[in-house]
């Protein structure tokens, strides 16, 4: 009887355990709350741009903005992931110590500043603890709502992962674009390999007795060489799809569109809103669709497009010569037609026009 009762008792603490070390696992396809002692959770309040901060919020049922993904990155971190916003906590690279606010910013479980340990107490709860900084992910001040997040040093602050029904969204693969401007592989249609700027001369003479020659800032004299600076006609619309597509051609009526001068920026001349930014693309990141990012103003200025019309003379002794239209700094995509023919296409930051 006493053997029997001794075994029974085995049982039952094997079975205890077992069950301890299943609660320790972190499950990447659960959606978890990340609860405060108070029962208040991690919260991004529906902010879907990068640089947004965090705060504690009272725990609402199903609601987005409190759900997290926690992802291996495969060497005993995790990233914390917001799946509908595709956001990671972040610790904004601070290393001084002494504590900072936390951002969101686009999810990449290869970022050190999106890795977290999370290291178990004997409660159950967490202690999670940034890859870099060793600061611990902590609130602010009060435990109430509406107090911001932050990583500080030396905290034993305690986080419970309350796993939850809700399912993540589904992952959309990324689809190829029909537009030209959206297709990665394509940098340059008929464009030359970037070499040092030069003009050509008829001959050694005519090139050492121009001014430019010992002063290179002046604009070369050559016979070989047109300048299309100056006035050109100009439309300008918000995104690609209001664009006049056929306005190349040659009998496409022009007449009452505006001027603006080549070299210059659209911006500065009243087209557009300039922005910005040193950091925070101004587009979504997700290529290779080019979509806007909230709180910029390409929400309502989508991808503008700029379509320029010139006409000008090749000169008569250039027949049979191999003539060359040369762009110094078009931003940031170039469809280039002569004659109502497309000739080229250019992506990057290469105003400045001419022919040589």
Known sequence: MNG??????????L????????????????????ESPAGLVLDNRGQPQ??????????ERNKESQLWKIVPTGDGYYAIINPF??????????????????????????????????????????????????????????EIAGSEIYQLPASSQTW???????????????KASKNEWENESIFAVNKLPGHTTYHPFPSTESLMADA???????TPESSFYQSLNGMWKFNWVKQPADRPVNFYK????????????????????GYGTPIYTNITYPFKNNPPFILP???????????????????????????GKEIFVHFDGAYSCIFLWINGRKVGYSQGANNDASLI
């Open 15 to 34: 079975v205890f355990i077992k069950g301890l070390a299943f609660s320790q696992e972190i499950d990447p396809n659960v959606l978890y709350k990340i």
């Open 212 to 218: 430019s020659f010992d002063q290179p800032w002046l």
């Open 250 to 269: 040659k009998n496409y009526d022009v007449s009452a569109w505006k001027e603006i001068p080549v070299p210059s920026n659209w911006e500065m001349m």
């Open 4 to 13: 029997y009762t001794r075994l029974t008792g085995i049982f039952l603490c």
């Open 50 to 59: 990068n640089d947004a901060r965090l705060f504690l919020g009272n725990s």
């Open 160 to 174: 419970k992962l309350v796993a939850t029904r809700t399912k993540a969204p589904k992952e959309e693969k990324q």
């Open 293 to 319: 990012q909230k709180g910029y103003t390409n929400e309502t200025e989508i991808n503008p497009v700029g379509s320029y019309r010139r006409d000008f003379n090749i000169p008569d002794d250039w027949a």
């Open 85 to 142: 916003f595709n956001k990671g906590i972040d610790d904004v690279e601070v290393k001084n110590g002494g504590g900072n606010h936390l951002i969101q910013w686009d999810a990449n479980v290869k970022n050190g500043n999106q890795q977290w340990k999370f290291q178990m107490t004997g409660t159950g709860a967490y202690i999670i603890t940034q890859r870099y900084s060793r600061m611990c992910l902590s609130y602010f001040g009060k």
